[in-house]
């Protein structure tokens, strides 16, 4: 039947397919047609007689379309969306600029000459909620030290910081979704933008394993203080030819590595 205008504002008409028994109501839009403002719905059903809804009925149809367009078509409900990235900037305090920083801290891990336990290495912040007093002995968490001297200091970072602890800052990039670290490589490939680029790093090879950090090239003590307490430490590496095709890589040189994100 024709759907004629009776004021001069606009309203959405519903139309729904019912059956015989008004029972198994399927709902869909056949029409949606901008005619009046007015607060009456019309719904017309096949073989059944056509009514209007109450107020209440309208505004719980409505907002079911309203919601369930906004998701189709990606329209933002008003509620806030976690978006961005995190990453470890390992060696520095703080994050490049335009990054948030979430927290700045330490770098810890297992002590060097433990047979087990952990592996990797932890971004520890400097302002803990420290936990209770132990009396077993299982300790496995130790302040991280630069070994960088002249025999394992990655040319172009510096050398005055051999036997000083590690700084690292925890960074939130609000504008990327993923990051990736690469080995090998101090740019990113094309459609990735670098972070922060720096040398790969990790404990000695005779120590008990560790994790590789890609430490900043332009890497900085936590402080003033010099330790030699050689707890959870950080080398320099090499590449070794052989399995490791060369070309195209070269025997004994540094390992360079980049962070990117997109």
């Not at 309203?11 to 047609?33: E, G, H, P, W, Y």
């Not at 335009?98 to 060097?112: A, L, P, R, S």
């Not at 087990?116 to 299982?138: H, I, T």
Request: one cysteine or more.
């Amino acid at each position: 039947m024709p759907i004629s205008s009776t004021t001069p504002y606009t309203d959405f008409i519903v139309t729904f397919c019912c059956d015989s028994k008004r029972k198994n109501v399927n709902m869909f839009l056949s029409a949606l047609v901008v005619v009046v403002t007015t607060s009456l719905v019309l719904v017309q059903c096949h073989d059944c007689k056509d009514y209007d809804l109450s107020a209440s009925d309208q505004s719980f149809l409505m907002k079911h379309y309203l919601r369930t367009t906004r998701k189709e078509e990606g329209i933002s409900t008003g509620k806030p969306v976690a978006s961005g990235v995190t990453y470890v900037r390992w060696g520095k305090k703080g994050c490049p600029k335009g990054v948030d920083m979430v927290y700045t801290g330490q770098v810890g891990g297992n002590y060097h000459g433990n047979k087990a336990g952990g592996v990797n290495y932890l971004c520890l912040p400097n302002d803990p909620e420290n936990g209770e007093s132990q009396k077993d002995d299982n300790a496995q968490l130790f302040g991280s030290e630069y070994e960088i001297g002249s025999s394992y200091k990655p040319s172009g970072m510096k050398g005055d910081m051999q036997e000083k602890e590690v700084p690292c800052a925890v960074c939130f990039q609000r504008r990327r979704s993923v990051h990736l670290m690469i080995p090998g490589r101090k740019t990113c490939y094309k459609g990735w933008t670098s972070e922060y680029s720096g040398f790969l790093m990790t404990d000695h090879k005779n120590h008990s394993s560790k994790d590789y950090l890609c430490v900043d090239k332009d890497a900085e003590p936590l402080d003033n203080k010099t330790s030699n307490e050689n707890e959870a430490l950080l080398y320099g590496i090499r590449t070794k030819c052989g399995s490791l095709r060369c070309p195209p890589y070269k025997d004994a040189t540094d390992v360079r590595c980049v962070v990117c994100t997109k």
